[in-house]
């Protein structure tokens, strides 16, 4: 009942900067959090950051903290994730997910997921 597509996942130059965004349609009623996941090859997915849908609450992973910046437009149903000195262990596909509960970091907590968009950051 709930489809998220992400965009914005290009090639960068680490150092760089990248803003992927996540698009939700459907019953969005139904999401308390939203988060970002990312998958590495050979890796296991990996929480990025979360943030809640109705009253902004954020965290992040301390791989990522200082770096990237979640935010949303709930007027656009949109969740962002701004990265900024981006690094070659960066690279990764990335993942919008969405939760009817309360900031969990578990992926297996995460209800509805986006198909992906791949971050690639090159020396």
């Known amino acids: 009942q709930v489809q998220l597509v992400e965009s914005g996942g290009e090639l960068v130059q680490a150092g760089g900067s990248l803003r992927l965004s996540c698009a939700a349609s459907?019953?969005?009623?139904?999401?308390?959090?939203m988060g970002w996941f990312r998958q590495a090859p050979g890796k296991e997915r990996e929480f990025v950051a979360l943030?809640?849908?109705?009253?902004?609450?954020?965290e992040y992973a301390d791989s990522v903290q200082g770096r990237f910046t979640i935010s949303r437009d709930n007027a656009k149903n949109t969740v962002y994730l701004q990265m900024n000195s981006l690094k070659p262990e960066d690279t990764a596909v990335y993942y919008c997910a969405a939760t009817r509960s309360r900031l969990p970091r578990r992926l297996n907590e995460y209800n509805y997921w986006g198909q992906g968009t791949q971050v690639t950051v090159s020396d």
């Open positions: 459907g019953r969005t009623g139904l999401i308390y959090t």
């Open positions: 943030i809640s849908w109705n009253y902004g609450t954020k």
